[in-house]
């Protein structure tokens, strides 16, 4: 079940005076990776069958004297697949501006006869969460949601001389529990996708106990190494088959697409 939703993060990964919470970082790093107003577009395949579409966008959302971002993403299934599995899943987040660190996540999937909406503020200065729907958790001070986790690493771990063999740890908090994610940068090679060859920043998964991957391959990451950094193609075992996920629309990114930076 986790790869399914390991999956979709991938497409993915009150009042607002009352959960605008600014927070203090050691360092804080300059956003140079995206804009308000960015936009994804992907679409989800398995095997030669289209299985789904996906997007994620940026906008502000206002906060007291101040304004968060605010993402959302929201993945469904087309065609045959939908006669087969009726997806749509809805994930938000509000993050901090100045920081990047997630104030407020927001999940609201259906899936099939099954549906689930939670809603959950984080409080990083006092080292927890606040569910709506199981209440307060204690979590290390650096812990994500799914979508604030992916515009963190853009701006934070991607922007910097990376090594073979480097891995990028972020600790998100998912389906109200700790969820680790671990990649490890293998190599830069140029990738086929429908805007021409793009340069891209391959990862695999770190393998560990009770990790859900059993091999390497079975997860592929290609991040473009333009400064934008957003995922132009991933590859993935699932147990109904492999998937692919490839980038077929983008607006308003904050530096030329594929341009090495």
Request: with cysteine; proline share 3%.
């Amino acid at each position: 079940m986790k790869k399914q939703h390991i999956f979709l993060t991938m497409l993915l990964f009150f009042s607002t005076q009352g959960f605008c919470q600014i927070s203090t970082l050691d360092s804080i790093v300059e956003n140079t990776a995206y804009n308000v107003g960015e936009e994804l577009r992907y679409e989800v395949k398995y095997g030669l069958m289209k299985g789904g579409e996906a997007s994620i966008k940026m906008d502000l959302f206002p906060s007291g004297d101040s304004f968060l971002y605010h993402v959302k993403a929201v993945a469904i299934t087309t065609g045959m697949a939908a006669k087969i599995a009726r997806i749509y899943d809805i994930y938000e987040s509000y993050i901090d501006i100045r920081t990047g660190y997630p104030v407020k996540s927001i999940r609201n999937i259906r899936e099939n006869n099954y549906s689930r909406y939670n809603e959950v503020l984080f409080f990083r200065e006092q080292n927890y969460v606040m569910s709506l729907k199981s209440g307060k958790h204690s979590v290390p001070y650096n812990t994500l949601d799914i979508l604030s986790a992916f515009y963190y690493a853009r701006r934070y771990l991607f922007d910097k001389k990376i090594s073979k063999g480097e891995t990028i740890d972020i600790t998100t908090y998912h389906e109200d529990e700790l969820f680790p994610l671990k990649i490890k940068y293998i190599k830069t090679e140029r990738v086929k996708t429908k805007f021409g060859k793009i340069e891209c920043l391959k990862f695999v998964p770190v393998l560990e106990k009770n990790n859900p991957f059993k091999k390497e391959d079975d997860l592929q990451i290609w991040i473009s190494n333009d400064g934008n950094y957003v995922p132009v193609k991933i590859k993935m075992r699932l147990p109904v088959g492999n998937a692919k996920i490839n980038l077929i629309g983008y607006k308003n990114l904050k530096n030329d697409f594929g341009k090495k930076k």
